[in-house]
Nanobody, 115 residues
Framework: QVQLVESGGGLVQPGGSLRLSCAASGSISSRNVMAWHRQAPAKQRDLVAIITSGDVTNYADSVKGRFTISRDNAKNTVYLQMNSLNPEDTAVYYC?????????WGQGTQVTVSS
């Protein structure tokens, strides 16, 4: 079993930055995938960024050049640095981990971009 604890969400003005963190605990394989998804009101949950245990990354087109995903394997923690935020980035952000053939989700953290 894997537990995910997210932090770092909040209210930010357009053009601002936030950094999300997600600490994973439990049985995690050295080969795993960590990611961030987001879900805006009345919309489906979409992938924002993904990073493998080999540090291969991929991003949604809407966040390329603005968001950076990274990880600290010693701490089993994944980060999402979000810059140049705009109101369209407002959503609940969910941490995701795939390990040992199973998927796990965090509880979600709200990010609101508004003046």
């Amino acid at each position: 079993q894997v537990q995910l604890v997210e932090s770092g969400g909040g209210l930010v003005q357009p053009g601002g930055s936030l950094r999300l963190s997600c600490a994973a605990s439990g049985s995690i394989s050295s080969r795993n995938v960590m990611a961030w998804h987001r879900q805006a009101p009345a919309k489906q949950r979409d992938l924002v960024a993904i990073i493998t245990s080999g540090d291969v990354t991929n991003y949604a087109d809407s966040v390329k050049g603005r968001f950076t995903i990274s990880r600290d394997n010693a701490k089993n923690t994944v980060y999402l640095q979000m810059n140049s935020l705009n109101p369209e980035d407002t959503a609940v952000y969910y941490c995701y981990v795939q390990t040992w053939g199973r998927e796990y989700w965090g509880q979600g953290t709200q990010v609101t971009v508004s003046s």
